[in-house]
């Protein structure tokens, strides 16, 4: 079925990172829908074809594809020159890319929290700082978004090298907007809470992997909690066409922010309560962290039936979308 939505103005140029797959490709399918001419933007070629043939399929539009890390500066300068330079310039970014790391923060140990910052807050800061030249010259006034997180307002138990880099991104949004206040540049920070996009065969599981995977995947795709994954996708596309300055997605996400704001230290307590629920870190030696697991090549643990049963209707959903939104390898899963 063809997406009908044409609020932005037509021949806009957009790119977006992380956009092979998830929220990143449903961000850029959102805007290939309103007209605008897409580059999508991640480190795996084969991915981006199949997003890039995805979007096609539900929108009718083409849309290019840059194979780009956006962990490495030089490379996302170069990407984002290279395409200002190829479609004219450049109307709207959106900086999407990053990782999910599901373990407690002594099992990741150092190396999870410099994974974290390199993707995810150094990845946008690397195009931020490489696109706002670019969109300051758009005829139509620039817009930069930037994908943070429910976690970027409070910290999350078990995802807590996650946290720390989109509080970073959260500041780093905050900053640019004042810093372009009064200029034709909009800068938007959007900070989702859960939503189905199949991102648990993606993350990255440590610890007891297994028993991270299980609920992760579970409580991501449970619908009172999590959001629809296109609904978040347009809201982010508005949020950025209307310069909204922060915009929070999900009631839960939004809740947990304002009684974050109102009473923090009953907010920390609480989800203290909530991280002793959680499953606990093996034993093992402080100076060797476990490598992490991919979601793709794990399974959740034997556990009795009940909890078996309430694992795979919350985590259904999730897998679906994962099928939907280009998530799954081709083939067997591989170890990460």
């Known amino acids: 079925m063809l997406l009908t939505d044409h609020s932005l103005s037509e021949g806009l140029r957009a790119l977006v990172t992380g956009g092979s797959r998830g929220l990143g490709l449903l961000t850029g399918a959102r805007l290939a829908a309103r ?11 084969d991915e981006l074809d199949r997003g890039a043939a995805w979007i096609h399929a539900r929108t009718g539009q083409d849309v290019r594809t840059v194979v780009c890390d956006v962990r490495d500066e030089a490379a996302v300068a170069s990407a984002v020159a290279d395409t200002a330079e190829e479609v004219g310039g450049l109307d709207v970014v959106i900086a999407n890319a990053g990782v999910i ?15 974290a910052m390199a993707t995810i807050f150094e990845g946008t800061l690397h195009t931020s700082l490489a696109a706002l ?23 999350v138990p078990h995802l807590v090298p996650y946290s720390c880099a989109k509080a970073a991104v959260r500041a780093l949004g905050e900053g640019l907007q004042e810093e372009t206040a009064g200029s034709a540049v909009s800068v938007t920070t959007v900070h989702p809470g859960l939503m189905r996009t199949g991102s648990h065969l993606q993350a990255e599981f440590g610890g007891r992997a297994e028993a991270e995977f299980a609920w992760f995947s579970a409580l991501a795709g449970t619908p009172l909690v999590s959001m629809d994954a296109e609904r978040a996708a347009e809201k982010i596309v508005r949020a950025v ?3 909204r300055t922060r915009v929070v997605l999900t009631p839960a996400a939004h809740a947990a922010s304002l009684a974050h704001g109102v009473a923090p230290g009953l907010v920390t307590r609480v989800s203290g309560l909530v991280g002793r629920a959680l499953p606990t870190a093996p034993e093992t030696d402080p100076d060797t962290n476990t490598p992490m697991k991919q979601g ?5 643990p034997a556990q009795p039936r009940w909890k078996e049963v309430l694992r795979r209707a919350g985590s259904s959903l999730n ?10 390898r081709p083939g067997p899963p591989t170890s990460a």
């Open 101 to 115: 790391q599901v373990a407690p923060a002594e099992a990741g140990g150092t190396p999870a929290f410099r994974d």
């Open 296 to 300: 793709h090549s794990l399974g959740a």
């Open 241 to 243: 066409e209307r310069r």
């Open 35 to 45: 007209g605008c001419r897409v580059t999508l933007l991640a480190r795996d070629a």
């Open 133 to 155: 030249p670019v969109l300051r010259r758009s005829p139509a006034g620039g817009r930069l978004g930037l994908i943070g997180s429910v976690g970027a307002l409070l910290a």
């Open 319 to 328: 897998d679906r979308a994962a099928q939907r939104y280009n998530q799954q």
